[in-house]
């Protein structure tokens, strides 16, 4: 039976999601208390602000250990945040950030950003206007959204064994690919619980190959569906730890999931990424250029600040969308169509902070992955990640000395 906070802590969770479709990212707890806080009355997000308020004071004073009073509470002040604005409370962007995500979203430098093009300038065949060249370049790497299904497909299915041996997988685990259209996302992972999960990918996410190792390793192994459920098997069922069968948008716990998960292609396959993903696609009678793919994605990922640059210029400088839109398009060669795709995605009101998860997270789970010890692997500190409950300012503090706690 899980403690009372915890209880509260569920409850307020799944009473937010009645509110905002998609905030709650996945629920495997009791499905009484679910149907419990369905049959409620509409909670107003008024309500839910000073139910949280509460909550925040119940936790410091109650009698759980104080690694779960932590996450509690971190989380617990995320999303006493998301009511704020869905009471319409006007909480600045930078605010919003550190309330969700425990780190301060910043402005990338743009002479990165001109050195990486510079990089990709020196990979690509041709002349004339760089975002033409890659996008021409993407065209002759690109899986049609008829073949998507079968290609991730393939690339999971060599994966999976790689992370079974690395990381261990619960019995009866499984992924399911479904081709979606006209999504704000690439792909999504959507937990089902009990060791299931099913990935959704956008029609559009084959139009360059780089896309199917990075999702195949993002959504699934050794990405989410493997925390999800080294969690559920290790937190939930061993431990008892109830409050983690609830996966919320915009909480600390997503940015660095998604810091792990943008970096699970270097803890999976790592350098050399590119020729292996040739060779599984050559079996699907796909052919793809792939040593130079990744060769081009090691600076383009140097651009990847561009997408927190457009959130800050949208929601804290006030920047009209077309100028955002131009701007993504200039900096990360992408088209115009793709550039609106993007900003659609950070226009929406749940969504509109979440590009910092995967910017900073990636950043902030780099450098933590990469001050490993000369002794540990990039796969075992991965595995670290992948079991226990980390919240950024764990990762900060232990980049600084200070340790991750027990």
Same mark, same amino acid.
């Not at 259209?181 to 299931?196: E, I, S, T």
């Not at 459920?229 to 431990?239: P, T």
């Not at 764990?394 to 000395?401: A, F």
């Given at each position: 039976?899980?403690?009372?906070?915890?209880?509260?802590?569920?409850?307020?969770?799944?009473?937010? !999601?009645?509110?905002?479709?998609?905030? $709650?990212?996945?629920?495997?707890?009791?499905?009484?208390?679910?149907?419990?806080?369905?049959d409620e009355p509409l909670a107003t997000p008024?309500?839910?602000?000073?139910?949280? @308020?509460?909550?925040? *004071?119940? =936790?410091?004073?109650?009698?759980?250990?104080?690694?779960?009073?932590?996450?509690?509470?971190?989380?617990?002040? %995320?999303?006493?945040?998301?009511? &704020?604005?869905?009471?319409?409370?006007?909480?600045?962007?930078?605010?919003?950030?550190?309330?969700?995500?425990?780190?301060?979203?910043?402005?990338? *430098?743009?002479?990165?950003? %001109?050195?990486?093009?510079?990089?990709?300038?020196?990979?690509? +065949?041709? /002349?004339? *206007?760089?975002?033409?060249?890659?996008?021409?370049?993407?065209?002759?790497?690109?899986?049609?959204?008829?073949?998507?299904?079968?290609?991730?497909?393939?690339?999971?299915?060599?994966?999976? +064994?790689?992370?079974?041996?690395?990381?261990? &997988?619960?019995?009866?685990?499984? =992924?399911?690919?479904? $081709?979606?259209?006209?999504?704000?996302?690439?792909?999504?992972?959507?937990?089902? !619980? !009990?060791?299931?999960?099913?990935?959704?990918?956008?029609?559009?996410?084959?139009?360059?190959?780089?896309?199917?190792?990075?999702?195949?390793? #993002?959504?699934?192994? +050794?990405?989410?569906?493997?925390? #999800?459920?080294?969690?559920?098997?290790? &937190?939930?069922?061993?431990?008892?730890?109830?409050?983690?069968?609830? $996966?919320?948008?915009? @909480?600390?716990?997503?940015?660095?999931?998604?810091?792990?998960?943008?970096?699970?292609?270097?803890?999976?396959?790592?350098?050399?990424?590119?020729?292996?993903?040739?060779?599984?696609?050559?079996?699907?009678?796909?052919? $793809? *250029?792939?040593?130079?793919?990744?060769?081009?994605?090691?600076?383009?990922?140097?651009?990847?600040?561009?997408?927190?640059?457009?959130?800050?210029?949208?929601?804290?400088?006030?920047?009209?969308?077309?100028?955002?839109?131009?701007y993504l398009g200039r900096w990360l060669l992408?088209?115009?169509?793709?550039?609106?795709?993007?900003?659609?995605?950070?226009?929406?009101?749940?969504?509109?902070?979440?590009?910092?998860?995967?910017?900073? !997270?990636?950043?902030?789970?780099?450098?933590?992955?990469? %001050?490993?010890?000369?002794?540990? @692997?990039?796969?075992?500190?991965?595995?670290?990640?992948?079991? /226990?409950?980390?919240?950024?300012?764990?990762?900060?503090?232990?980049?600084?000395?200070?340790?991750?706690?027990?």
């Amino acid at each position: 039976m899980d403690e009372p906070e915890v209880l509260a802590y569920l409850r307020l969770g799944l009473r937010l !999601g009645r509110l905002a479709d998609g905030y $709650v990212d996945c629920w495997f707890g009791d499905p009484a208390l679910r149907g419990q806080v369905d049959d409620e009355p509409l909670a107003t997000p008024a309500e839910l602000v000073r139910e949280a @308020t509460g909550l925040l *004071d119940r =936790v410091a004073d109650g009698d759980l250990a104080p690694d779960r009073k932590r996450f509690l509470r971190a989380h617990i002040v %995320a999303m006493r945040c998301a009511a &704020l604005r869905m009471a319409g409370e006007l909480v600045p962007f930078h605010t919003e950030v550190r309330a969700y995500f425990q780190v301060e979203a910043e402005l990338g *430098d743009p002479d990165r950003y %001109a050195e990486a093009h510079d990089g990709i300038r020196a990979l690509l +065949p041709g /002349t004339g *206007d760089l975002r033409a060249r890659l996008e021409r370049f993407h065209e002759a790497n690109t899986v049609g959204p008829e073949h998507l299904q079968r290609a991730v497909q393939a690339v999971s299915d060599e994966l999976r +064994p790689l992370v079974r041996a690395r990381h261990g &997988l619960p019995d009866g685990e499984q =992924v399911r690919y479904e $081709v979606v259209h006209d999504k704000p996302w690439h792909a999504f992972n959507r937990y089902l !619980g !009990g060791y299931r999960s099913l990935v959704m990918l956008d029609c559009q996410a084959g139009r360059n190959l780089a896309a199917l190792p990075l999702l195949a390793t #993002h959504e699934s192994y +050794p990405g989410h569906h493997t925390e #999800h459920c080294l969690k559920e098997a290790g &937190l939930v069922a061993e431990r008892g730890a109830g409050e983690h069968a609830l $996966v919320l948008v915009n @909480t600390p716990q997503c940015l660095v999931a998604e810091g792990m998960a943008e970096l699970a292609l270097e803890a999976s396959i790592g350098d050399g990424w590119g020729a292996w993903t040739s060779e599984v696609l050559a079996e699907q009678g796909v052919q $793809v *250029d792939g040593e130079r793919v990744e060769a081009v994605m090691r600076w383009w990922w140097q651009l990847m600040g561009a997408r927190q640059d457009a959130a800050i210029m949208l929601h804290d400088r006030g920047a009209p969308v077309e100028q955002v839109t131009d701007y993504l398009g200039r900096w990360l060669l992408v088209p115009e169509q793709r550039a609106e795709h993007m900003v659609r995605f950070l226009t929406d009101p749940l969504w509109r902070a979440y590009s910092v998860s995967y910017v900073e !997270g990636r950043r902030l789970v780099g450098e933590w992955l990469s %001050a490993r010890p000369a002794d540990e @692997t990039v796969a075992d500190r991965f595995d670290r990640l992948l079991r /226990t409950p980390t919240l950024p300012e764990d990762l900060s503090r232990d980049l600084v000395g200070g340790g991750l706690p027990r």
